[in-house]
């Protein structure tokens, strides 16, 4: 087993426990939920196959579905936003997505800003709009996406920040 795929079963299980011992105990003010086991998705390889990063991304959703109780909402979530991460990188990182030469530890700090917090929004509106399902509540929707938003993009800016930077 190589060092790439080491380090990601060691962030995919540590993301999964992360989430499901302490982020989904937080529950502040009824809007405010950190979902930070989607960093798995935005962190994995870009050069790996697509099939693979949608199984992982589906089962990582089902086991926090499980975990929570919830029913497949983070399953659906995970794989569409797996399934919408290409797109995401191109827009934020451009050529350097062309040439998959893409490396976060070595990225400019506001392609990845944007990179997390556009799939962030496209996760967390897809999750509430599946856990809520109901088209006469969209403001709880866009509060519940608005606010969770925020605080997971501020933790997995700075858990990626802390754990995948060069130290200079």
Do not use: W
């Not at 060691?10 to 982020?23: A, D, E, G, S």
């Amino acid at each position: 087993m190589n060092s790439i795929s080491s380090i990601n079963i060691v962030r995919f299980v540590l993301l999964l426990l992360l989430q499901v011992i302490i982020c989904n105990h937080i529950d502040f003010l009824g809007y405010i939920n950190p979902y930070i086991y989607i960093i798995f998705i935005f962190l994995f390889p870009i050069r790996e196959e697509r099939l693979v990063l949608l199984l992982i991304s589906f089962l990582l959703g089902m086991l926090v579905d499980l975990f929570s109780d919830s029913g497949g909402v983070h399953a659906a979530a995970s794989v569409s936003l797996a399934y919408a991460r290409p797109i995401l990188l191109k827009s934020s990182f451009g050529m350097l997505y062309e040439h998959h030469s893409i490396k976060f530890s070595t990225t400019e700090i506001g392609s990845l800003i944007a990179y997390i917090s556009i799939g962030t929004v496209i996760h967390h509106l897809i999750l509430f709009s599946l856990e809520i399902f109901n088209i006469s509540n969209i403001l709880l929707i866009l509060k519940k996406t608005l606010f969770s938003s925020i605080f997971t993009i501020l933790l997995s800016i700075l858990i990626i920040i802390l754990f995948s930077r060069n130290k200079k």
